[in-house]
């Protein structure tokens, strides 16, 4: 009976999202598990742990309960990892980089073991000298932090290609690092540090200089040294300009997360998890989980007493996760079991919202979400202190320190990017407002399917207004808002990411750090296509004063052809010609490209050589075919056929037909997966995951839409993410 409701507790997107990433495969890649069997391997792996506890079994029923009706979900590694060999169930860590190149290549190899089991890592380069800082162990020169960055970028491209999820890492450089420029300007060529979220640490006294206009110190981290001083404000707008262009450097307001180190006496926070929302000491780990804020309401109220015991239970397990962990090396193992660090977070805000008829923007929705998280964070705290009296306290707690009770984990709360778990879910991810209500969906025979959000849905069939015609045109917009036949109260309700004003984007992210978060937000503040500088500037100057720890700024469009529009904007600068095109619009190919040759298996295992010839703005331009089977007449007509297509995309291509739709086509006129059509759509997929950057509005591996919330890139058509 159970397993049969499982069909109905799952959609069709969370079901493929499963299949392709989550349930345990046999040898050929065939799931031996559904989501029953999922939740059930989950909850028996955390109630047992390495000690058994006496309750164990009362636990197993409630942590399958848990999850396998979706009111809470842990990270992705916990998901797939629990009750395999495996055994490693975080998502967060932290690595040092010591200023020596043992130290460094020590961190590259860490961070390779963590990518390995499925986590991503936060690194902070501050410690590392400056370049051409003199290093007397060699009478030489050091290369600077970048240079090392791009060892361990190079390290996570290659352990990445094996494992489910995508290897993910943050790096963090403080403003007064003397490399602080080449650092904020290092990923205006995207081609770079593709395996990066960068950010840079920034400080109080930094921000009182933007603010008064003066000057700040660069102090060389090995000698303590200044070594110049620059002006506050051409700094900043120097990172404001960057994150208006592409979305980095995102900002981390170091000064603040350090008032709130719940141990002190351990050292300093230098950096956090890959998408912001877990500070982190050196080796620290953190496993982190969701509730399902939409789930908790009931006739537009919120069940507090279910939600009590849902936060309740949410706490032990992740407590309990700490305990079967296999950590990948011993100093994390150590550095988290003496703080025990858990992230209790949230999904579906907006769900919930929808459910009050709050909307999101609005100050009512602000102070709902801001009782919501105060509520969890104390019924969590009231959880982790009943367990340190009967486990005891986490091992570095210090009453002589420690101001507050005495509880089974330093750290608590934080609200982390749920962008698969919530696809399972089948709501809003984290704290984020829905990216669209209406999407299309392209399906292999050619035909478009409307997928459209189940909440408006609902909303419009109750009230009258449901049309084919309606869905399409909001499909078509993009947007709810200035459809007449939406009354202005559902237009509000159902408001946007881009809906959203970025101030009210702001509020929200401001207003939750300070009731119940205690760590950080992983939040994107959405702009339009056309904001200013100044927008972006405003953001972060409102994110610092409203307390965030942290700040992603994302301008709609500056991700997707910014190679394109870098290089159009120079070019119309210096007045030379844009791009030769004759007169049917075609374009004219220079004499000499660039070309690089690519080895694919037919469906027959024969091979076939793609040669794939690039313009200057690395985008693809001509497509041709190599066989070494040319001359046998029983294999013409395959030659002809992979000619053929190949020439057809190279016209595709210098017409300026999209990418995505050239994608499209190849996939809906392929039979086999290693037929043709297959072949060359799995190449084009592979540039635009990063091998040749300008098409990252396209998924690369369903060709759905790629859209940018709670830092990272995520398809919501299958469950893709740059971020893992």
Not at 112 to 125: D, E, P
Not at 199 to 209: G, H, K, L, Q, R
Not at 413 to 439: H, L
Request: net charge negative; proline share 4%.
């Amino acid at each position: 009976m159970l397993v049969d409701s499982a069909i109905q507790v799952l959609t069709e997107t969370a079901e493929t999202v499963l299949q392709r990433r989550y349930y345990l495969k046999d040898a050929e890649g065939n799931p031996i598990e559904d989501w029953y069997q999922l939740c059930r391997r989950v909850a028996d792996a955390v109630a047992l742990g390495e000690n058994k506890p006496k309750n164990h079994q009362e636990l197993r029923e409630r942590f399958f309960e848990l999850l396998y009706h979706l009111d809470f979900l842990p990270n992705s590694p916990c998901l797939m990892n629990a009750g395999t060999n495996l055994g490693q169930l975080s998502a967060c860590f932290v690595l040092p980089i010591e200023d020596s190149m043992d130290g460094i290549f020590s961190a590259v190899r860490n961070g390779a073991l963590v990518h390995k089991t499925g986590g991503g890592t936060g690194y902070a380069f501050s410690r590392l000298r400056a370049k051409d800082a003199s290093v007397q162990s060699t009478q030489g020169v050091a290369s600077g932090p970048l240079s090392f960055a791009a060892v361990f970028d190079a390290a996570t491209e290659t352990i990445k290609q094996g494992g489910k999820r995508r290897g993910a890492n943050m790096g963090v450089l403080r403003i007064d690092h003397p490399d602080i420029l080449d650092f904020i300007t290092s990923k205006q060529d995207q081609n770079q540090f593709n395996n990066f979220n960068f950010s840079v640490a920034i400080t109080d006294a930094f921000m009182e200089a933007v603010e008064h206009d003066t000057e700040y110190d660069l102090v060389e981290p090995s000698t303590k040294i200044v070594r110049r001083s620059l002006k506050a404000r051409e700094v900043f707008e120097m990172i404001v300009d960057l994150a208006w262009l592409n979305g980095e450097p995102g900002v981390l307001f170091i000064d603040a997360a350090n008032r709130d180190n719940p141990t002190p006496q351990l050292g300093n926070f230098e950096a956090t998890n890959p998408c912001g929302e877990q500070w982190l000491l050196p080796y620290e780990s953190c496993n982190l989980g969701s509730i399902n804020l939409g789930n908790f309401v009931v006739d537009q109220k919120i069940d507090y007493e279910r939600l009590a015991q849902t936060v309740h239970t949410a706490t032990v397990f992740l407590d309990r996760v700490i305990d079967c962990n296999r950590f990948p090396i011993p100093e994390i193992g150590h550095m988290t079991l003496k703080t025990r660090k858990i992230g209790l977070g949230i999904m579906g805000l907006h769900d919930m919202l929808i459910g009050l008829e709050i909307p999101y923007g609005s100050d009512e929705g602000r102070q709902t979400a801001a009782e919501v998280m105060r509520f969890i964070r104390r019924e969590a705290e009231v959880e982790s202190i009943r367990l340190a009296e009967t486990l005891g306290p986490f091992p570095a707690f210090d009453p002589l320190i420690n101001t507050y009770p005495a509880r089974r984990n330093a750290a608590l709360t934080s609200i982390q990017p749920t962008g698969t778990v919530s696809m399972i879910a089948d709501c809003a991810s984290g704290c984020e407002p829905y990216f669209s209500i209406v999407m299309i969906k392209h399906v292999m025979d050619g035909d478009r399917l409307m997928l459209v959000n189940k909440h408006f849905e609902k909303v419009a069939v109750r009230e009258g207004f449901y049309s084919e015609e309606l869905m399409a045109k909001v499909a078509d917009s993009g947007t709810v808002i200035g459809h007449a036949e939406i009354p202005e109260k559902w237009q509000e309700i159902f408001r946007t990411a881009q809906d959203i004003s970025p101030e009210d984007h702001i509020k929200m992210q401001g207003i939750l750090q300070q009731n119940g978060v205690d760590s950080s937000i992983s939040k994107t503040i959405n702009l339009p296509s056309g904001a200013s500088r100044e927008d972006v500037k405003l953001a972060y100057l409102q994110g610092y004063k409203l307390g965030c720890k942290g700040l992603t700024v994302y301008r709609d469009g500056s991700r997707d052809a910014q190679v394109l529009n870098t290089k159009a904007r120079s070019e119309a600068d210096k007045g030379e010609p844009m791009a030769v095109v004759s007169a049917n619009g075609k374009r004219k190919l220079p004499d000499v490209l660039s070309a690089k040759r690519y080895r694919l298996k037919d469906q027959d295992q024969k091979s076939v050589y793609i040669i794939v010839c690039f313009g200057e703005d690395e985008q693809p331009m001509e497509v041709f075919a190599k066989f070494p089977f040319d001359n046998r007449l029983d294999l013409k007509d395959k030659s002809t056929m992979w000619t053929t297509t190949c020439r057809l995309v190279s016209l595709a291509l210098r017409f300026n037909v999209p990418i995505g739709e050239i994608i499209k086509q190849l996939d809906r006129s392929s039979g086999h997966m290693q037929d043709l059509p297959s072949q060359l759509s799995k190449l084009f997929k592979s540039f635009m995951a990063g091998t040749h950057h300008g098409f990252s509005s396209v998924c690369p591996e369903c060709s759905g839409q790629l859209v940018f919330e709670e830092g990272c890139e995520t398809c919501r058509a299958c469950g893709y993410s740059k971020c893992g």
